[in-house]
Protein backbone atom coordinates (compact mmCIF):
# COMPACT_ATOMS: atom_id res chain seq x y z
CA UNK A 1 0.00 0.00 0.00
CA UNK A 2 1.24 3.06 -0.99
CA UNK A 3 0.86 5.84 1.91
CA UNK A 4 1.85 9.31 0.18
CA UNK A 5 1.26 10.18 -3.06
CA UNK A 6 3.78 12.86 -5.16
CA UNK A 7 2.79 16.17 -5.77
CA UNK A 8 3.66 18.44 -9.01
CA UNK A 9 6.89 19.37 -7.86
CA UNK A 10 8.03 15.74 -6.96
CA UNK A 11 7.16 16.30 -3.08
CA UNK A 12 5.91 13.80 -0.52
CA UNK A 13 2.01 14.37 0.24
CA UNK A 14 0.88 12.49 3.21
CA UNK A 15 -2.50 10.79 2.93
CA UNK A 16 -5.32 11.97 4.73
CA UNK A 17 -8.65 11.08 6.92
CA UNK A 18 -10.82 14.03 7.67
CA UNK A 19 -13.20 12.68 10.63
CA UNK A 20 -16.50 14.27 11.18
CA UNK A 21 -18.03 13.01 14.76
CA UNK A 22 -20.77 14.54 15.03
CA UNK A 23 -22.07 15.40 17.36
CA UNK A 24 -25.66 14.37 17.42
CA UNK A 25 -28.65 16.96 16.49
CA UNK A 26 -26.12 18.90 14.16
CA UNK A 27 -27.46 17.49 10.35
CA UNK A 28 -24.79 14.25 10.36
CA UNK A 29 -27.49 12.36 8.84
CA UNK A 30 -28.10 14.78 6.09
CA UNK A 31 -24.34 15.17 5.67
CA UNK A 32 -23.55 11.53 5.17
CA UNK A 33 -27.13 10.78 2.72
CA UNK A 34 -25.66 13.61 0.45
CA UNK A 35 -21.97 12.50 0.70
CA UNK A 36 -23.53 9.01 -0.46
CA UNK A 37 -25.31 10.23 -3.36
CA UNK A 38 -22.54 12.39 -4.46
CA UNK A 39 -19.57 10.43 -4.08
CA UNK A 40 -18.33 9.35 -7.45
CA UNK A 41 -18.38 12.91 -8.79
CA UNK A 42 -16.48 14.13 -5.33
CA UNK A 43 -13.87 11.50 -6.14
CA UNK A 44 -13.67 12.37 -9.98
CA UNK A 45 -13.53 16.02 -9.60
CA UNK A 46 -12.16 16.49 -5.85
CA UNK A 47 -9.93 13.72 -5.27
CA UNK A 48 -12.25 13.00 -2.30
CA UNK A 49 -12.49 9.76 -1.00
CA UNK A 50 -16.14 9.22 0.58
CA UNK A 51 -15.96 6.14 3.19
CA UNK A 52 -18.75 3.26 2.74
CA UNK A 53 -19.80 2.15 5.57
CA UNK A 54 -21.29 -1.38 6.70
CA UNK A 55 -23.80 -0.12 9.18
CA UNK A 56 -25.95 2.91 8.70
CA UNK A 57 -24.06 6.10 9.62
CA UNK A 58 -20.80 4.26 9.74
CA UNK A 59 -21.16 3.53 13.25
CA UNK A 60 -19.41 0.70 13.41
CA UNK A 61 -16.01 3.38 13.30
CA UNK A 62 -17.41 4.05 16.99
CA UNK A 63 -18.08 0.63 18.21
CA UNK A 64 -14.57 -0.83 16.94
CA UNK A 65 -12.87 2.28 19.38
CA UNK A 66 -15.37 2.18 22.34
CA UNK A 67 -14.99 0.71 25.76
CA UNK A 68 -16.98 -2.38 26.60
CA UNK A 69 -19.00 0.02 29.26
CA UNK A 70 -19.49 2.82 26.82
CA UNK A 71 -23.27 4.26 27.26
CA UNK A 72 -24.15 4.97 23.46
CA UNK A 73 -27.58 4.12 21.86
CA UNK A 74 -25.76 2.31 19.44
CA UNK A 75 -25.51 -0.91 20.98
CA UNK A 76 -29.44 -1.42 20.79
CA UNK A 77 -28.87 -1.96 16.94
CA UNK A 78 -25.60 -4.51 17.23
CA UNK A 79 -25.56 -6.40 20.38
CA UNK A 80 -22.53 -9.00 18.89
CA UNK A 81 -20.35 -5.33 18.45
CA UNK A 82 -18.01 -7.03 21.34
CA UNK A 83 -17.82 -10.78 19.73
CA UNK A 84 -14.57 -11.40 17.34
CA UNK A 85 -17.38 -12.50 14.70
CA UNK A 86 -18.31 -9.47 14.07
CA UNK A 87 -14.93 -7.58 14.67
CA UNK A 88 -12.73 -8.91 12.76
CA UNK A 89 -14.19 -8.50 9.50
CA UNK A 90 -15.96 -5.05 10.85
CA UNK A 91 -12.06 -3.91 11.23
CA UNK A 92 -10.74 -5.54 8.25
CA UNK A 93 -13.69 -3.28 6.22
CA UNK A 94 -12.80 -0.45 7.62
CA UNK A 95 -9.04 -0.78 7.06
CA UNK A 96 -9.68 -1.85 3.54
CA UNK A 97 -11.32 1.41 3.56
CA UNK A 98 -8.66 3.41 4.54
CA UNK A 99 -6.45 1.71 2.14
CA UNK A 100 -8.02 3.05 -0.59
CA UNK A 101 -5.46 5.22 -3.41
CA UNK A 102 -7.39 8.15 -2.34
CA UNK A 103 -5.33 11.36 -0.97
CA UNK A 104 -7.85 12.23 1.20
CA UNK A 105 -10.55 9.87 2.83
CA UNK A 106 -13.87 11.39 4.47
CA UNK A 107 -15.31 10.10 7.48
CA UNK A 108 -18.66 10.63 9.40
CA UNK A 109 -20.23 9.01 12.31
CA UNK A 110 -21.74 11.19 15.36
CA UNK A 111 -21.52 8.16 17.68
CA UNK A 112 -17.54 9.56 17.69
CA UNK A 113 -18.29 12.27 20.06
CA UNK A 114 -19.86 10.05 22.37
CA UNK A 115 -15.80 8.70 22.63
CA UNK A 116 -14.41 10.16 25.58
CA UNK A 117 -11.30 8.63 26.71
CA UNK A 118 -7.72 8.55 25.29
CA UNK A 119 -8.03 4.50 24.93
CA UNK A 120 -10.59 4.60 22.87
CA UNK A 121 -9.46 7.71 20.71
CA UNK A 122 -6.07 5.72 20.89
CA UNK A 123 -7.80 3.18 19.49
CA UNK A 124 -9.34 5.24 16.47
CA UNK A 125 -5.97 6.83 15.59
CA UNK A 126 -4.79 3.17 15.22
CA UNK A 127 -7.40 2.62 12.95
CA UNK A 128 -6.57 5.32 10.82
CA UNK A 129 -3.10 4.81 11.15
CA UNK A 130 -0.83 5.92 9.14
CA UNK A 131 -3.21 8.90 7.71
CA UNK A 132 -2.71 11.99 8.85
CA UNK A 133 -6.20 12.61 10.57
CA UNK A 134 -8.30 16.04 10.73
CA UNK A 135 -11.20 15.94 13.51
CA UNK A 136 -14.46 17.87 12.84
CA UNK A 137 -17.06 18.70 15.88
CA UNK A 138 -20.11 20.15 15.57
CA UNK A 139 -21.45 21.97 18.34
CA UNK A 140 -25.24 22.90 19.43
CA UNK A 141 -26.48 25.36 22.13
CA UNK A 142 -27.37 23.29 24.75
CA UNK A 143 -30.45 23.69 25.32
CA UNK A 144 -31.38 22.85 21.63
CA UNK A 145 -29.12 19.95 21.26
CA UNK A 146 -31.26 18.43 25.07
CA UNK A 147 -34.48 19.25 23.40
CA UNK A 148 -33.63 18.11 20.40
CA UNK A 149 -31.71 14.85 21.76
CA UNK A 150 -35.08 14.08 24.15
CA UNK A 151 -37.46 13.87 21.01
CA UNK A 152 -35.32 11.57 19.15
CA UNK A 153 -34.63 9.54 22.45
CA UNK A 154 -38.75 9.50 22.94
CA UNK A 155 -39.14 8.34 19.15
CA UNK A 156 -36.38 5.28 20.05
CA UNK A 157 -38.53 4.37 22.88
CA UNK A 158 -36.03 5.47 25.42
CA UNK A 159 -36.32 6.19 28.75
CA UNK A 160 -34.88 9.92 30.26
CA UNK A 161 -32.09 8.48 32.52
CA UNK A 162 -30.87 9.81 36.08
CA UNK A 163 -27.60 7.91 36.15
CA UNK A 164 -24.82 10.75 35.25
CA UNK A 165 -23.20 8.17 32.94
CA UNK A 166 -26.09 7.57 30.90
CA UNK A 167 -26.55 8.54 27.06
CA UNK A 168 -30.50 9.34 27.96
CA UNK A 169 -29.55 12.06 31.24
CA UNK A 170 -31.02 14.95 29.85
CA UNK A 171 -29.81 17.20 32.59
CA UNK A 172 -28.11 20.63 31.70
CA UNK A 173 -25.22 19.03 33.54
CA UNK A 174 -24.85 15.93 30.97
CA UNK A 175 -21.53 14.89 29.41
CA UNK A 176 -23.55 15.15 26.05
CA UNK A 177 -22.88 18.32 26.09
CA UNK A 178 -19.48 18.76 27.43
CA UNK A 179 -17.99 19.97 24.29
CA UNK A 180 -14.86 21.68 26.06
CA UNK A 181 -14.19 17.70 27.27
CA UNK A 182 -14.68 16.50 23.97
CA UNK A 183 -12.31 19.02 22.35
CA UNK A 184 -9.53 18.27 25.15
CA UNK A 185 -9.17 15.09 24.66
CA UNK A 186 -8.93 14.78 20.56
CA UNK A 187 -6.65 17.42 21.27
CA UNK A 188 -4.45 15.43 23.13
CA UNK A 189 -4.48 12.22 20.88
CA UNK A 190 -4.70 14.00 17.05
CA UNK A 191 -2.79 17.08 18.03
CA UNK A 192 -4.22 20.42 18.79
CA UNK A 193 -4.36 21.95 15.28
CA UNK A 194 -6.03 18.48 14.38
CA UNK A 195 -9.29 19.73 16.02
CA UNK A 196 -11.52 22.03 14.16
CA UNK A 197 -14.94 22.90 15.73
CA UNK A 198 -18.14 24.33 13.67
CA UNK A 199 -20.96 25.92 15.81
CA UNK A 200 -24.21 25.05 14.46
CA UNK A 201 -26.03 27.67 14.75
CA UNK A 202 -23.31 30.56 13.41
CA UNK A 203 -23.20 28.07 10.75
Known amino acids: VTWARLGPMGQVREQRAI ?104 RLRELFAPRVVDIVLVTRRTEDFLRSWREQLTRDGFTPSQDPTSFAYLERDSWLVDYDEIVRVYQHVFGEHHVHVVHYDAA
Open 19 to 122: VHIGTHKTGSTSLQYWLTQHATDLQTHHGLGVYRPIHPNGRELALLCARPDRSIPTIREIPEWQTEAWRTPTWGHVRSEIERPDEVMFFSNETLSLLRSVEELE
